[in-house]
C-alpha cells in the first residue's frame, strides 16, 4: 500500500467511536496501566526542591489553583545524583525525562509512582558532523508501567536527530531519519532539523516536522523493522502559511520573530494540529519590540506575542489554517492546547467542570531555557515565557508566573507540563 494511500487510511479513523475502541491499546493510566477511561488532570511543574538529597516535586495544579508538593517516601524520589547535574528534558505520559549532564545517562522518573526506569546513555553524536550533541526532547508512546513495557516506545530528539529505544528492554539508541533534506530552493541539500514530535495512540504513530516544514510519521511497533510513512506531498494553506497574517505589519512583526513549531494530538477526536508560536527575541518592559534583530540581547527578556494553528485536513491533505475567532476543536468543542518541552497534548474544556481550562487556547512554557539558556546561571532571563493564549480574542493571561515583561524573572530548571491521569 502506498505511503500516501495508508495515511489517508489513518487518519480516516478519526471518530471517537473508533478511538474509544482502540483505547484498550493506549491507556494512559499511571497507576495501574488498566484499561479503564482516564481524564488528563494537567499540572505546571515548577522548579524542585532538594533537601537531604531527596527530590520534591512541586505542581501548580490548574483545577484546584494551587501548589501540590510531592516527597517521596525512603529513597522514593531519590535520583543518585545531583539534581544540579539534572537535565529536564521531557514529560510524557506521566514521566519525567532526565538528562545527567555528568554522564549522559537518561532517566524516566513518576513522582507519583516513585517509580524509576534507566534508559540507555545518550550516544555519541549520531552524525559525526553534528555539533548540536544534547537531548532536545523526550517522548512515550505510552506510560511504561510493567503492564505496557512491552509495548512502549520512548523517541528523543538528539542533535537535531531522531532516535528510538524500548525502555526496560533496549541498551542502545537506534538512528532514525534523514540527516539531509533538500532546501527547496536550488535543489542543495541542507541539514535536517527534527523540530517537534508527538505520538498518536489513535493511530499508533509518531508524527515529526522539522524546522523545512518536512513532515513524517514513524510506526516503531516492531522495534526491528521502524517503518517511515512518507508524508513529503502533505501540504499547507499557502496562503497563511508560514505566517498568517491579516495586514503588512502583522506579516512584517511575524517574520522578525522566532518561529516554533509544536504539533498537537487530541486524542479524543483524532485531529491533529501544527502550532507554529512567534517569540520576539527583545521586548522592553511594556513587551513591546526593541530590536529586529534575530539575536539576542541578554539583558532584555524574549517573549512570545502571538500563535497560528492549522489542523490537518485528511481529504486536502494539508494543514488548514485557523482563523482566530474559531473554535479549536470544531463544533464548540473547546479545545485546550498544551505545548512547551512536554509531550504535547489537548483536552476539551467541556469534558471538564466549568473554569476548569479556558476553551479554544493554548497553554505554553518556555521553550527556549531547554534550548539555548540552560547552562548559563548568570542570565537574567530564561524559563519565564510562561502563559495562557486565547486564540479567539488573541490575548494573554498568566499562569501562575506573571505575563507581563517588566516581571520576567530567571526560572530554572523551565517549568514543563506534566499531566496526571486518572483511571
Known amino acids: 500500500m502506498g505511503g500516501r494511500r495508508l495515511v489517508s487510511l489513518l487518519f480516516s479513523r478519526a471518530g471517537v467511536s473508533n478511538w474509544i475502541c482502540r483505547r484498550r491499546m493506549s491507556t494512559l493510566s499511571v497507576s495501574d496501566g488498566s484499561s479503564r477511561s482516564t481524564k488528563v488532570l494537567p499540572w505546571l511543574m515548577l522548579p524542585p526542591a532538594v533537601e537531604g538529597g531527596q527530590v520534591t516535586h512541586n505542581f501548580y495544579s490548574l ?3 494551587r501548589v501540590l508538593s510531592i516527597r517521596g517516601g525512603g529513597d522514593g524520589l531519590k535520583l543518585g545524583f545531583n539534581i544540579d547535574d539534572t537535565k529536564f528534558v521531557g514529560s510524557s505520559k506521566g514521566w519525567l525525562a532526565l538528562l545527567n549532564k555528568t554522564n549522559d545517562d537518561l532517566l524516566l522518573t513518576n513522582p507519583l509512582s516513585q517509580r524509576h526506569l534507566k534508559l540507555p546513555p545518550v550516544p555519541g553524536p549520531l552524525n559525526p558532523d553534528n555539533i548540536f550533541g544534547c537531548v532536545e526532547g523526550l517522548i512515550t508512546s505510552f506510560s511504561p508501567n510493567e503492564e505496557e513495557e512491552e509495548n512502549c516506545r520512548a523517541m528523543m530528539i538528539y542533535g537535531y536527530e531522531l532516535a528510538f529505544c524500548c525502555p526496560g528492554r533496549s541498551t542502545e539508541w537506534t538512528p532514525i531519519g534523514s540527516r539531509l533534506t533538500n532546501d527547496g530552493f536550488n535543489g542543495s541539500e541542507v541539514v535536517r532539523v527534527y523540530e517537534s514530535f508527538v505520538y498518536s495512540a489513535a493511530q499508533e504513530l509518531f508524527f515529526c516536522v522539522t524546522d523545512n516544514s518536512d513532515f513524517e510519521a514513524w510506526d516503531l511497533r516492531d522495534p526491528h523493522s521502524p517503518v517511515m510513512i512518507p508524508m513529503n506531498d502533505l501540504s499547507a494553506d499557502p496562503e497563511m502559511y508560514p505566517v498568517a497574517y491579516r495586514s503588512r505589519e502583522e506579516l512584517v512583526m ?18 491533529l494540529f501544527l ?4 517569540v520576539a527575541n527583545n521586548v522592553d518592559s511594556n513587551g513591546s519590540f526593541v530590536s529586529p534583530d534575530l539575536c539576542y540581547d541578554e539583558s532584555l527578556p524574549y517573549k512570545t506575542i502571538d500563535f497560528d494553528v492549522h489542523k490537518y485536513d485528511p481529504e486536502s491533505r494539508a494543514f488548514m489554517y485557523m482563523d482566530h475567532g474559531s473554535s479549536l476543536g470544531g463544533d464548540d468543542d473547546g479545545l485546550a492546547l498544551f ?10 474544556a467541556k469534558d471538564y467542570p466549568e473554569g476548569f481550562v479556558k476553551p479554544d487556547s493554548i497553554y505554553f512554557t ?4 531547554r534550548n539555548d539558556f540552560d547552562d548559563d546561571d548568570e542570565l537574567d532571563y530564561g524559563g519565564h515565557d510562561i502563559g495562557i493564549f486565547s486564540y479567539k480574542d488573541r490575548s494573554f493571561s498568566p499562569c501562575y508566573y506573571p505575563s507581563d515583561a517588566k516581571s520576567f524573572r530567571r526560572i530554572s530548571p523551565s517549568p514543563m507540563w506534566y499531566f496526571r491521569v486518572f483511571t
Open 63 to 65: 483545577g484546584e489553583s
Open 254 to 271: 511575524k517574520y522578525m520573530c522566532r518561529r516554533m513549531r509544536s504539533l498537537v494530538v487530541d486524542e479524543k477526536s483524532g485531529q
Open 275 to 278: 502550532v507554529i508560536r512567534f
Open 339 to 348: 505545548i512547551g518541552t512536554n509531550h504535547s497534548f489537548a483536552i476539551s
Open 366 to 369: 518556555d521553550d527556549l531555557l
